[in-house]
């Protein structure tokens, strides 16, 4: 088992990232946070503590009758009321039964909403049916009236009015767990559950609460703000807290009566009633914000390579206004790129090369096929020949020379002529490329107009149909008036090649257009392509991992391992008489050369990720026939025999060129 | 090979498996699968493929329990599945798991790769193993290549391939006899793809697994089967062993799917694709919407007739053990061998 035994030591030897911060760590991080928390706990402990403390204050009727309605002095730090008592004992003190209040309603909305959220989401169903019924019936009574009734049946009961208001809250959160619970029910790991047989309440409290738990939390702390809200409203009306004890509603009452003989006295418990809100305001949105980075420090990656930016200004040095005529690759030569490189800055200063020394060339009306396993720089390079590059992304070194110009030294103006005009993209998702609120052929129609400024509407319209017959698509009229959703995968990417037409290109970048799709409407999309390419001269970058679309497809092939090209050779040469040995093993690991019954040929390891890269041959790790000078100093790219290129110190070893010793079957 | 697999115990058996959703509003019934059979053998790999709506997922997750049954058996080592208790199923499950197309979601990202592995031994009604769970877990994990150490780890912390080894550990735990694998290397690279590919081999040598191998990967399939079923709109075309199936197909159908996939020899393909421009009709291009009484594949079909449109085809046994649901698969037969040198 060496296979196990490399996988084991790769896995056991790469450092891993250490797990993210726990949820309240990434929270206490955040001062608005920390500030909130600290003023939310200390008025809590206030509203227990205190009225314990001091229950004189509690039941005092009447303070001092000399100095009544008297603004903050030194004796009274927040003055005093109608009555003569003190302001400041009062504020804390009512902070009991306001806090209490709070604390009732988010403890009935947490013990109702959450269980009947998480049932309603998981059950699905006849079960969610009922719950969602149920849920209408009580958001559909009026809150005011009911808390109203309550209090009118048992008076200054703050736990029955509070409880009943949280009853009427609960429906909200629970259609918000739901939704979540919904989703994590999609997730296969509970199908896996499911299978192995544990119970339903195991997949509730293990899989879904832990997923609930963080739109729980932010909502809980708006649940809070609003009833706080709710709760001084009543008080203010003297409904919830009998007379002499004090709450902050009443103290704004107080406050409102004698307005016009001491203004300052709505200001303490007002002020008091804002901050306290807004604390649980500041710690939802931060609680937020704080969920939401535990899922992007993991994502970070994945938007790295989404998210695509112009190429141009990017800091590199202008090569110098106009090119001398030398410079530049021969007219018989469509695209030309040199050495080309892209980069990232790290957060922490520094690059991390994304692609270096990538170098191929592209001729009118050729189809050349870039190969490799994902995380090797494919679409990274394709994508930077249309002038677009990942977030945070620069051009190191090299040149990409189209019709003439370097596109490296191009501005954005200038690359935006060229896009979609001279070079076009069809992308792997087409669906994602078309705009689900519009119809086919407005979009089109809009694409045309871009390319041909002085045209009308109508004739775009038009145009935009004679694009869909030219892509095949039966009964093109009809296709134009339908939303992308009413397309299926095929159709849909029909579109997004007739788009690509639009502004007659004369290179196509095609990123794994057909990986999606079915075998049988790969087939049609490819015949597609190659009817285009033979009759508009295009020529075509074609990305693919598949072998088999790029034998089908292709005239030359460039190979790719960990940002660098490692081989480059026509189609029949790459297949029949590969150089380089990534190349060899990654021909040999494909199932097709595989009879049943028989292992296939593996690469033991990963593709090392950007950042990992060796300083000698990227390769060399999972090399079967590495030596010590692979791992010395970086390999050039030569040229081995005519036409050709290859990325390896080995090149001329004979024992290396395994399939064309063993011959299969002698296609010459 | 044949005559051999033909005496093993039938361990999965499938008859006349009909699952349906309810559509659309106003769309009435959706035949997912529409009177499937299929038979799984002890130590046996039975490749089930079919484009996307082909039903071939639907029927791993009806046997799993996870999609209705409208109609028809399953049974599983000679226990019937289909209306089975709870509490039954539950035992069976043990003998009976499944590995994912997608190590990313089929993996809880907030628990422990051990804490994911002993999940089976939570289950009601199972005992736990003597040897403990921790130590099953870990043997588990060495079975796949893994050092049992991971079990502390989070599934964030490995790559696609490594995951995909510790969902197949995952359905290891209980010893299983059939494992359903739902594309489980369809989101892999090449590379990792052929180490999972020799893995699952390897496993199925030593420990004396099924599987039930689902996927729309012709090659990986043909690689990995010994037999092979294929499907169309829920319905089973064509069955039989796979190299007999993919050197000379019987059905229609599957002669375009597998015309269809390119294969990784330039001029293999050249003349691959003259062949298949020679036969190119204009139906293949139609949409299909509705299927009537007759042949799902007829609406599509170079070769449909009246009774194609009409009559639902039975399954026919051919010589070479194959057996197909076609109409015509004699006259297109002899017509192959008039027209072939």
Redesign the interface.
Known sequence: MTETQALMATLNASPRRAPAPRLWRRLLRKPEAVVSIVFLGVVTAIGVIYPRLRPDVVTQFAGDATGMLSGPSSAHWLGTDGLGRDVFERLLAGAGPTMEGVGITVLVVLLLGMPIGMIAGFFGGRVDAMINWGSDLVLSLPGLIIQLVVLAVYPANQWLAMGAFGILYAPRLARIVRSVALSVREELYVDAAIVSGVSWTFILTRHVLPRVTGSVVVQMAIVAGIALQVQTGLAFLGLLVPAPAPSWGGLIADGISNIALQPWLIWPAGLATVLTTLAFGVLADSLRDAGAEGWSRQGSRLLLAARRRPASGSGKPAVGAAPPEDAGPGSDVLLAVEDFGVAVTKPSGGETLLVEGVRFEVAPGEIVGLVGESGCGKTTTATAVMGLLPDGAHVTSGHIWYGGRDLTALSEAELRRIRGKEIALVSQEPMVSLNPAFRIGWQLAEVVRRHQSGLSRADAERRAVDLLRSVHLPDPEQVARRYPHELSGGMAQRVSIARALAGDPDLLIADEPTTALDVTVQAEILDLLREIRHERGMAILLITHDWGVLADMCDRAVVMYAGQVVEDASIEAVFTRPLHPYTTALLEANPQHGAAEEMLPTIPGVVPSPGDWPVGCHFEERCGHATAACGEHGVPLEIPAPGRLCRCIHVDRPALLTLETVDHGGER | MTAVAAEREVLLDVAGLSVHYRGEAGAGVVRAVDDASLQVREFETVGLVG??GSGKTTIG?AV???APVAGGEISFAGEQLTRASARK???L??D???I???PY???????KIG??LA??F???H?RSPAEGVEHKVGRALEKV???PE?AD??P??F?G??RQRI?IA?ALV?DPRLIICDEPVSSL???????V??LL?TLQTELGLSYLFVS?D???V?????RIVILYRGRVMEEGP??AVYAAPAHPYTR??L???????????RRR?AD?AATRNER????VTAVGAGCPFAARCAHATAVCEAEQPDMETLANGVRVACHHWRELRSVEHGGRR
Do not use: W
């Open positions: 484009e996307s997750r799993l329990g996870l199923r539950r035992l499950c043990a009976l798991q499944v994912f197309q997608d979601s089929s993996l809880n990202p907030a628990r804490q994911t999940e089976p939570r289950a009601k199972r290549g893994l050092d991971v780890r989070y964030y912390q790559s391939g490594q969902a995952r209980t690279d090449l590379s990792v793809q052929a180490q590919l020799n081999r729309h012709l090659a990986v043909r690689h990995v089967s010994h796979a190299d375009i799917l015309a269809a996939a390119p294969i990784p020899d330039p001029a293999e393909q694709r298949a293949m291009h139609k949409a």
